[in-house]
DNA sequence: ACATTAACTAGACTGAGTATAAGAATTCGA
DNA sequence: TCGAATTCTTATACTCAGTCTAGTTAATGT
């Protein structure tokens, strides 16, 4: 019987404290809701918070961060080809096999509550700065494959924009909804057919 | 002689607090200054750097707001056509309005001095909400003169990204700098004639 | 039994941002 | 000239996210 864990036993965890603060969200808005709040309803102390997330408004993006990290992995998966246009259809792969993993009962709180919450400053800005590590993740991978730098980051943009409509989509499909790589693939398909058409 | 004033004059200006704000990031870096630091440089009270400046970031954005302001204007005067055609060429000739009047010496601090600064989340963040509002002003012009939701949306992220290339090149150019609307032009041209193609 | 490891906690602190009441400096009008 | 109106400044208290530290707790390994 061999144990797997040294050390004192966890008595939270990242999902926890999520649940915790998606439902006081919901009660009193994001801004109304300090991090003593979730603390307390979790039933853990404050500074236990932070040893789970960051910032407070990292509970929000625990799906989005997990699925850039994929996307980083999916991307790795592909060699140099020296070839740009084939960058594109291998980025396209590999944002349509992240988005598949994401079914249809898993789509993030952020993108269905939305209204809900309240607008604060930081909350917009937390979600800009991963648009802007997505964005620069798509944009490293088109430059290694040797997509000149401008058109590795136009192209990059362009693909943000239609990931983020396609999110939104999926988001208010409601009870029709299917994967998220369908509509994504709907979405980006004009723009990768755009950019293909200017790199060959 | 009339008086063009009423009510107690200013002893301060955004100007001035800007000035003050930018010597003591060079001194010892944007997180290391505090609102105090700045205050007590401008000669002023802490309170009185709020009655100019929402928050502390802000200092760093003063023409990029008021170019995203003059963009607004400018894009007012088009009046709508219905050709979202002609619609990509009147948003890129307002574009090179705007940025021809930013002449070879008004480049932003912060283009010129981004590595000495300090790299903190809420710099980004505010750079980025920026950019998500001249993005959303692109868009929502394109969309009032009949391009798709979606079309408006990828091409306003293309023109996004080619104009930050633009700036950036400009930052860099040093002493064999010119108007930023030569940059511009040349970084935006291949993005209005790839969605012009898709639009016809 | 003790050492090591990992998780939790209370409490103090920092600094950005908010709010308020009072004071200060000007112009206007009776 | 004086009081009212207007505008700007200030000191101060406060909130709260985030940082840090020393000590406690709960587990495994030797």
Known sequence: MAPTHRGRPPTSSRE?????AFELFLEKSYPKTTIDNIAQRA???RAT?????????????VELDEALEALSVELRQHS????????????RASLLTVASSMGADRVP?????????????????????????????MANF???????????????????AAAVSAAQQWADAGTTRHGLDSYLNAAIDPVIRGFRGALT
């Open 16 to 20: 926890m404290l999520q649940d915790a």
């Open 43 to 45: 039933g853990v102390s």
């Open 49 to 61: 918070f932070f040893n789970y997330f960051p910032t407070k408004s990292d509970v929000f993006w």
């Open 80 to 91: 140099p080809t020296g070839s740009p246009a084939h960058a594109l259809e291998a980025l």
């Open 109 to 137: 709180f952020a993108l269905t509550q939305s209204d809900l919450l309240g607008n604060t400053g930081d909350l917009q800005a937390s979600a800009l700065t991963r648009f802007s590590a997505l964005t620069a993740v």
């Open 142 to 160: 088109l430059e290694l494959h040797r997509t000149p730098p401008a058109t590795a980051r136009t192209t990059a943009y362009a693909c943000l």
